[in-house]
């Protein structure tokens, strides 16, 4: 019923930039949050980022050089990812929480994900 479609990861050398984009589709009646989570290999997934109606959230380890922001007319949601480091290397899955028309709760629905790789 909803589909979450990443794009915009790739390979970027230290302290370049790279702009992730997440648009939602499908029976959409509301969203009331969206945001980016990032699995490295070996290790558990971890919020990156997210925007809970207006206000947004950070990993301490992405304050200051991540920027999330959404498109609502577009039930877009976008990742501008600036100064990376290897460590941010990871699959990126963008998720929202979304209520459809057929039923009237909030749930996650999850993005195949996108690889980002910082190495030079």
């Known amino acids: 019923q909803v589909q979450l479609v990443e794009s915009g990861g790739g390979l970027v050398q230290p302290g370049g930039s790279l702009r992730l984009s997440c648009a939602a589709s499908g029976s959409i009646f509301s969203i009331n949050a969206m945001g980016w989570y990032r699995q490295a290999p070996g290790k558990e997934r971890e919020l990156v980022a997210n925007?809970?109606?207006?206000?947004?959230n950070y990993a301490d380890s992405v304050k200051g050089r991540f920027t999330i922001s959404r498109d609502s007319a577009k039930n877009t949601v976008y990742l501008q990812m600036n100064s990376l480091k290897p460590e941010d290397s990871a699959v990126y899955y963008c998720?929202?929480?979304?209520?459809?028309?057929?039923?009237?709760?909030?749930?996650?629905?999850w993005g195949q994900g996108t690889q980002v790789t910082v190495s030079s």
């Open positions: 998720y929202g929480s979304v209520m459809t028309y057929s039923a009237r709760y909030y749930r996650n629905y």
């Open positions: 925007i809970i109606i207006s206000s947004t």
